[in-house]
C-alpha cells in the first residue's frame, strides 16, 4: 500500500460543532494561530448556510465523529483533506484530541503526515436522479416500528437474498465500525474498497454479511405492500415505496483525511474503543518481524 504524503496547505479551512463545548472558542483560538504563520484561512460554523470552505485545501474539522462525516460531503468532491479533532466521544475517524490541534498546527502547515484515501458510497433510488454521497452506510429500513419490511438484495443483476428484516445496511470500510458493527457485520481495514451487505433482524434467514468487491452494485427492492426509508450516514432520509429498487455502488471520490499516527494504530484504537483487551493480560506481544 503506497502512502501519499501530505503538502502545505494553501488555503485552510476551520470548521465546528457549536454544540460541542470549547468548540468555539478552540475554533477562534486556531484561526488566530493560523492567520499569525501567514497562511490563510476561513471559519466555518457548520450550522451556517453559507459555504467558507469553497476554497479550503485542508479543513480542520472540530467535533466528533458526526461532525466528520459532515464535514465530509461538503468537501469531498473538492478533494479538500480532513484532519479531524475529536471534542466527542469516540473519535474514530479524528486524529487528534482537542487543544493537540495547537501544539501539531506547525506540521500540520509543514505538510508533515499522510494522506488516507477512504472509499465513499453512493446511493440513490431507480428513477429518480438523485443519488447521495456517504462515508459510512446506506440503509434501507422499516418506515413503522411495528412491522418488518420485506426486502430483495441483487448484487449486479445475481440475486442473494430475500430478506423479512427490519432493514438492510450497505457499508463501507469506514462504516463497519458504525452501524454494520452493532449488528454483527465484521471490521474491514479502513482502506479496503470492499462494500459489506448484512440484514438488521432478518427474520427465519440467515443474518451474514456480505462481503463484496467495491466495483460491484447492490440493489435493494421492496417487495409489494412495503413502505421503507433509506438513509444514508444517518443525514439523509428518503421515503421509499413498494417496487422502488435503492442501488448502492463506491463513490467517485474519495475521502481524503491527514494522518500523523502509522496506520497501526487503526488497530490499537479500535482494541481500546471496542474494550477488547482484557484486563490483566499479561502476554507480552511478539517483537517486530526482521526487516
Same mark, same amino acid.
Given at each position: ?73 461538503? =468537501? ?53 436522479? /438523485? ?23 441483487? /448484487? ?11 432493514? =438492510? ?76 429498487? =435503492?442501488?448502492?455502488?463506491?463513490? /467517485? ?39
Amino acid at each position: 500500500m503506497t502512502d501519499l504524503a501530505a503538502t502545505p496547505p494553501h488555503n485552510i479551512g476551520v470548521t465546528f460543532n457549536p454544540l460541542h463545548d470549547g468548540a468555539r472558542d478552540l475554533a477562534h483560538q486556531l484561526v488566530d494561530a493560523i492567520k499569525a504563520r501567514g497562511v490563510a484561512v476561513a471559519l466555518d460554523d457548520e450550522t451556517s448556510a453559507a459555504d467558507e470552505l469553497a476554497n479550503s485545501d485542508l479543513v480542520i474539522c472540530l467535533g466528533g465523529d458526526g461532525s466528520v462525516l459532515r464535514c465530509t460531503r461538503r =468537501v469531498v468532491e473538492r478533494g479538500a483533506t480532513i484532519l479531524g479533532v475529536n471534542l466527542g466521544r469516540l473519535g474514530f475517524l479524528t486524529e487528534l484530541e482537542g487543544a493537540q490541534i495547537l501544539d501539531r498546527l506547525d506540521d500540520v502547515i509543514k505538510g508533515t503526515g499522510r494522506i488516507e484515501e477512504r472509499m465513499m458510497l453512493e446511493a440513490g433510488v431507480r428513477g429518480q436522479g /438523485v443519488t447521495f454521497a456517504g462515508l459510512n452506510e446506506a440503509v434501507v429500513g422499516r418506515a413503522t416500528l411495528s412491522r418488518a419490511i420485506q426486502l430483495a438484495v441483487d /448484487v449486479d443483476g445475481i440475486r442473494v437474498a430475500d430478506y423479512r428484516c427490519d432493514g =438492510v445496511i450497505v457499508a463501507t470500510a469506514t462504516g463497519s465500525t458504525a452501524y454494520a458493527l452493532s449488528v454483527g457485520g465484521p471490521i474491514l481495514y479502513p482502506e479496503s474498497s470492499d462494500l459489506i451487505v448484512v440484514p438488521v433482524a432478518p427474520h427465519l434467514s440467515a443474518q451474514h454479511a456480505v462481503i463484496i468487491p467495491g466495483n460491484e452494485t447492490v440493489h435493494i427492492t421492496l417487495e409489494p405492500d412495503q413502505q421503507a426509508v433509506l438513509s444514508v450516514d444517518g443525514l439523509a432520509d428518503v421515503q421509499l415505496r413498494e417496487g422502488d429498487s =435503492v442501488h448502492v455502488s463506491a463513490g /467517485v471520490h474519495p475521502a481524503r483525511f491527514l494522518r500523523f499516527k502509522p496506520r497501526t494504530d487503526f488497530y490499537i484504537r479500535m482494541a481500546a474503543q471496542l474494550g477488547w483487551h482484557r484486563p490483566g493480560g499479561n502476554a507480552r506481544p511478539l517483537p517486530p518481524a526482521a526487516g
